[in-house]
């Protein structure tokens, strides 16, 4: 009982202790000559072998014909102090970053053509930190992903939409991308949707910079999703006392409701049931497989812009990865893995009656 206490007084001080690398930012090497026109430096393409995001669960297929082209970057799978950044190369980061394009970029696949590039990402312990050398580690791996843009969009079909999707510290780079490469591109309008999941988007210090609107219901398109799930009794504020203490690009964030659409109903904010539920993804122990489970969460938007999902009893078994604060951001695609295939769907047709 004294040990859980002092891990409840001291937990976040001990995640950074546990985490945060020691030593200064170093840039990490790419192999000698590799850039993003090589396959070995994405994790899925269209042309590559045994790729992780074509994978389905049982009811499901991935479709023959793509009509979209989609660009997915992982969330944080580097894990280690060691360094602020993982190379492109580390075996055990990359396997769990195969894990997560095959269980979230998945949900695109009955449309699209996924493009998941390989990144030299931030540590997991440079969120935990406001030292220079984790905003260094970010900018570095925000390099990266940028590089891979560029490179997915000579190569994707020049008449073709595109859905751009993330998750986490994916989504963190898929912000600053949208904010400083893609607003006002020609490829523009092309842009069926952004899935910016499981990192906050402050409505009034970030949403004006990005260049798309939220997505106010679900047949619309050219716009942005954004959702962050807790189970209740829900305690974010891991989240929020780094958020209110930050700045977005159109002033500070302190106080501002974050956007959340919810993915049950595509409309931003509100409530809704089981019923609504077209099928969460319950992955198996190891993670390698998973099955689809109709009516199985419910969803609600709260004041402040948090995604509650139920109670942690009312949920199905999700696996052993549920944050301090009963954070179910590891799940936040899995657990609205059917909606977010068919919101998907929904939102091509849209911008296709445009």
């Known amino acids: 009982m004294a040990g859980a206490l002092a891990y409840r007084l001291f937990e976040k001080d001990l995640m950074r202790l546990a985490l945060v690398p020691r030593g200064d930012f170093h840039e990490v090497a790419m192999p000698a ?71 979230d970029a998945s949900a695109f696949n009955g449309i699209g053509a996924v493009w998941a590039p390989k990144y030299r990402q931030a540590t997991f312990g440079a969120f935990l930190t406001d ?30 939409p595109i859905i751009l999707a993330a998750h986490s510290q994916g989504s963190y780079h898929l912000m600053r991308l949208l904010a400083d490469r893609i607003r006002g591109a020609p490829e523009a309008n092309r842009i069926v949707a952004a899935y910016v999941i499981g990192w906050p988007i402050s409505e009034t210090a970030d949403l004006p910079a990005l260049g798309l609107p939220a997505c106010q219901r679900p047949d619309q398109a050219r716009c942005i999703l954004s959702w ?7 305690d974010p504020s891991q989240i929020t006392d780094r958020y209110d203490a930050s700045r977005g690009p159109a002033g500070p964030r302190a106080g501002s409701p974050m956007l959340c659409v919810n993915p049950l ?85 849209a911008w296709r009656g445009r």
């Open 228 to 234: 962050q799930s807790f189970a209740e009794p829900a």
């Open 33 to 103: 000559g590799a850039n993003y026109r090589d396959e070995s430096l994405w994790i899925a393409r269209p042309d590559i072998p045994n790729n992780p995001s074509l994978w389905t669960p049982h009811g499901f297929s991935a479709t023959g014909t793509p009509r979209v082209s989609v660009f997915f970057i992982h969330p944080t799978s580097f894990m280690e102090r060691s360094a602020w950044n993982a190379p492109i190369d580390d075996r055990e980061s990359q396997d769990r970053a195969r894990l997560f394009v095959r269980g």
């Open 265 to 349: 109903t595509g409309r931003r904010g509100g409530a809704a049931s089981m019923n609504a539920d077209a099928g969460t993804l319950v992955p198996s122990e190891d993670f390698s497989d998973g099955t689809i489970r109709p009516h199985a969460v419910s969803a609600r938007c709260d004041l402040r812009g948090f995604l509650l999902v139920g109670t942690v009893a009312s949920l199905p078994p999700m696996g052993n990865y549920v944050l301090p604060g009963n954070n179910y951001h590891v799940y936040d695609y899995a657990l609205f893995w059917a909606n977010i295939r068919a919101d998907a769907a929904r939102r091509l047709a």
């Open 131 to 160: 030292q220079a050398n984790a905003r260094r580690a970010l900018d570095f791996a925000y390099r990266d992903v940028r590089a891979a843009y560029e490179e997915f969009i000579r190569e994707a079909p020049a008449d073709r």
